[in-house]
């Protein structure tokens, strides 16, 4: 639709700008690779989220086929997105075949800031129509971003805009200016972290200027389907998880004017925001064996970030294969294992568990089939 048209005929609009920063991931581990050749074969054992990628950036990096090179990373202490591949993994390889012995590489927290990508700082604007109903008619999000000389990345600042709120007439823009800086890359949660700010702020902004409760506004703009496809959603519950929060919270004995509470010198402020977080799945495998002892092995290369992807799958196959945790073992975060979806766009345990299940589908199926029996009454 017509953006500059919607805005002119409603009745009440908001247009705003709104900036956020540079950030930096700043995890309390830093980064560090110890790297070991073996002839042409290239062990790493490094902190990494997503090995059979950076097993491949590294093979390229040194000039060797991704066959020859393994990446061991059974734990990671923090990421972020920040943990793909270091250039301290890169240098510790180059490093170690010209020495001939291990070189191990640990960068200092005041190297992380000008040797690890950013995120980006942004310009964003945002404009809403509403009618006197309090219906939003319009929803713009125009978005500028920063890269370095290499590009590679854009911040997709708009991505939870395009999803959270119902608006006949939408408008999303997304522009990269190219700066001499650190590259720009992904970090916690990239595009909806900076991008929700902006438009939650813009949201409370309208509820005001409309004299409607923000919580009411929000619910009363709750799209019945997906905005940008009419697809119908698979799940969602923001209305039941608004009304919930503010059960709890007290949201009823708010004053909609500030400053009317206070705890002695204390002005007590409670306000609200809604968020989203784009549900992803991506290629994952995994090997699951039964042994005639009744003990599972699960076997990939997907990582543990902190989020315990170690117990994740390995109550995935206990419940799916009808064994006790105890009989479960995982091994993890090996490129020598089948390659999985790795740790970042909060899609690990979605995507390699999903993996994991349905090989342990197949293991009751065969089982079953070899039994003449039905799998449903398999346990």
């Given amino acids: 639709g017509d953006i500059d048209a919607a805005m002119t ?35 790493l054992h490094s902190s990494l989220q997503i090995l059979h990628a950076a097993k491949g950036i590294l093979a390229q990096s040194v000039g060797i086929e991704a066959d ?47 040797n ?14 509403a009618d006197k109903d309090g219906k939003l008619t319009a ?15 854009m911040e997709p600042v708009a991505l939870g805009s395009i999803a959270l709120y119902d608006a006949p007439v939408r408008h999303f823009t997304h522009k990269i200016v190219t700066l001499d800086m650190v590259q720009a890359g992904a970090v916690r949660a990239p595009g909806e972290a900076v991008g929700m700010l902006a438009l939650e702020t813009a949201i409370d902004e309208m509820a005001e200027a409309l004299g409607r409760d923000p919580i009411d506004f929000r619910k009363l703009n709750e799209p019945p389907v997906d905005p940008m496809t009419g697809a119908p959603f698979s799940t969602r519950a ?39 977080r784009i549900n992803l799945l991506v290629d994952s495998q995994a090997r699951v064996t039964l042994s005639p002892d009744g003990r599972a092995r699960i ?64 293991i009751v199926a065969t089982l079953a089939e070899r039994m003449q029996a039905d799998p449903k009454d398999m346990t």
């Fill in 9 to 43: 005929d409603a009745v009440v609009t908001i247009d705003q700008v709104y900036t956020t920063p540079n950030q930096v991931h700043a995890a309390m581990e830093p980064h560090a690779s110890v790297a070991i050749w073996d002839g042409d074969t290239l062990t």
């Fill in 68 to 114: 020859k090179v393994r990446i061991l990373s059974p734990y990671i202490g923090g990421g972020f997105g920040g943990k793909m591949l270091g250039p301290e993994a890169v240098l510790a390889a180059i490093a170690a075949q010209k020495v001939g012995r291990p070189v191990k590489i640990a960068m200092a927290r005041q190297q992380l800031f000008h």
């Fill in 116 to 129: 690890i990508y950013r995120r980006t700082d942004t310009h964003q604007r945002i404009r809403l129509a």
């Fill in 139 to 153: 929803l713009a999000h125009d978005s500028v971003v920063s890269q370095g000389p290499d590009g590679g990345f």
């Fill in 238 to 276: 923001l209305v039941e998880c608004l009304d919930k929060g503010a059960e709890r919270f007290g949201w009823a004995k708010r004053s909609p004017r500030p400053g009317q509470v206070r705890d002695g010198e204390w002005l007590i402020g409670m306000g609200m925001a809604a968020a989203v």
């Fill in 299 to 362: 076997e990939t290369d997907m990582t543990d970030i902190g989020t315990g992807s170690y117990t994740i799958l390995g109550q995935i196959a206990a419940e799916s294969l009808g064994l006790q945790m105890d009989s479960v073992d995982v091994i993890l975060g090996d490129t020598d294992l089948p390659p999985g979806a790795g740790s970042g766009g909060s899609f690990g345990a979605a995507s390699a568990g999903s993996s994991v299940a349905l090989a342990c589908e197949d």
